[in-house]
Every structure is written in structure tokens, then in C-alpha cells.
T-cell receptor
Framework: GNSVTQMEGPVTLSEEAFLTINCTYTATGYPSLFWYVQYPGEGLQLLLKATKADDKGSNKGFEATYRKETTSFHLEKGSVQVSDSAVYFCALRASSASKIIFGSGTRLSIRP | DSGVTQTPKHLITATGQRVTLRCSPRSGDLSVYWYQQSLDQGLQFLIHYYNGEERAKGNILERFSAQQFPDLHSELNLSSLELGDSALYFC?????????????FGEGSRLTVL
């Protein structure tokens, strides 16, 4: 079945460090891929998305590229800030399905 | 503010009891999704409704049921509660044309079963 695997956290970085959170997926066909972010005490919100191979989603300095050959959608940011501390979820929606499947989430903490 | 409203925000109850969680989607959104977030199992898809009809069902227990009403609000009913049902329950809605994939989440209902 369809699934998403993302790196386990927590991840702790210093401010201005480079961030990578790995995400790989298993799906038939050509799924759409997403990164959602959950700030403390809030619901999830969409950070970025990509709907076809080689697409790059970007928002708020975060980027992720849809790599079909490696079935990956890694999240990157060049210089993190304390305000980026949150839980990040990789997700997919298979082309023939209505539901969105989420990974287990990666907690990110940024030290000043 | 996502525009999705969930009530109650917090609920404490005892094993064996029944509770109802309510969700009002964003204005105009026809799809409602329910997810369960627990510490050990991440975010689990429960069920999806579109304009009053069930569209997809995930790992939802038989003790749980849901429905979407004509005014598009949705309720998740949890019965014969067990300790393991303690979790954060999220509702999300999505715009008309369900292939966008973007979900708007409420702030969740935190259920504690004692």
C-alpha cells in the first residue's frame, strides 16, 4: 500500500544552520507530495507541495524537489530560525485516492 | 486561523463512555477529513466525507463512527472508550475540487480517557 517514511526526530540545530529532513514514499502511479508543519498548540498547515516529478515546491525559505527516481521529497532550508521550531510532516495523496497519508512527523528544535 | 472549527478543545472522560467531537469546515469546503494523532502512532487517517457521502475509510475502529450533515458540519462519535483512545483528533477540510490535496486543519480536540 501507499506509505510515507520520514527521518525520526527530534532534530536539534543552531540558528542559521542548514536543514534537511528526509522523506521517502511508496505509491503506485504519480502521487502528489506535501510537507505540512505543525507549530506548538496548533493544527497542521500546508508548507509546500509538488504534484509531478521534478517539480520543486517552495515557501518561507523551505524547498523540496519531487524525485521519482529515488521516490523522495526531502525538505531543505538554507538557514533556519528559532521560529522554524515545529513538527514537520511529509505526506502524499495517490493519484487514484482521496485520502492524504502522513508520515510520522519530525520534531525540529532550533537553538538561538 | 484556518477557518476550521473543532469543539470541544479538551475533553476528559472515563473508560466505557461515549463522546462526540464536532467539526465545522471552512465556508464552501465540501470535504471533511478526520485524523487521530497519538504519540506512538503519528497522524492516522480515519475517514473522509465529501458533500455528505463517505469517500474513504482508514483504520477507523468499529467503535467509532462519523457523519457529515447537510450543512456540511461533521461529527465523530467514539464509543466504549478505552485508555488507548486518548489522542488529539483533528478535522480538516479541503476546497471544492478535491484533487488539490491541500487540507486546512482545525486546532484539534484533545481527548483524555481515564
Amino acid at each position: 500500500g501507499n506509505s510515507v517514511t520520514q527521518m525520526e526526530g527530534p532534530v536539534t540545530l543552531s540558528e542559521e544552520a542548514f536543514l534537511t529532513i528526509n522523506c521517502t514514499y511508496t505509491a503506485t502511479g504519480y502521487p502528489s507530495l506535501f510537507w505540512y508543519v505543525q507549530y506548538p498548540g496548533e493544527g497542521l498547515q500546508l508548507l509546500l507541495k509538488a504534484t509531478k516529478a521534478d517539480d520543486k515546491g517552495s515557501n518561507k525559505g523551505f524547498e523540496a524537489t519531487y524525485r521519482k527516481e529515488t521516490t523522495s521529497f526531502h525538505l531543505e532550508k538554507g538557514s533556519v530560525q528559532v521560529s522554524d521550531s515545529a513538527v514537520y510532516f511529509c505526506a502524499l495523496r495517490a493519484s487514484s485516492a482521496s485520502k492524504i497519508i502522513f508520515g510520522s512527523g519530525t520534531r525540529l528544535s532550533i537553538r538561538p | 486561523d484556518s477557518g476550521v472549527t473543532q469543539t470541544p478543545k479538551h475533553l476528559i472522560t472515563a473508560t466505557g463512555q461515549r463522546v462526540t467531537l464536532r467539526c465545522s469546515p471552512r465556508s464552501g469546503d465540501l470535504s471533511v477529513y478526520w485524523y487521530q494523532q497519538s504519540l506512538d502512532q503519528g497522524l492516522q487517517f480515519l475517514i473522509h466525507y465529501y458533500n455528505g457521502e463517505e469517500r474513504a475509510k482508514g483504520n477507523i475502529l468499529e467503535r467509532f463512527s462519523a457523519q457529515q450533515f447537510p450543512d456540511l458540519h461533521s461529527e465523530l462519535n467514539l464509543s466504549s472508550l478505552e485508555l488507548g483512545d486518548s489522542a488529539l483528533y483533528f478535522c480538516a477540510s479541503s476546497p471544492r475540487g478535491e484533487d488539490t490535496g491541500e487540507l486546512f486543519f482545525g486546532e484539534g480536540s484533545r481527548l483524555t480517557v481515564l
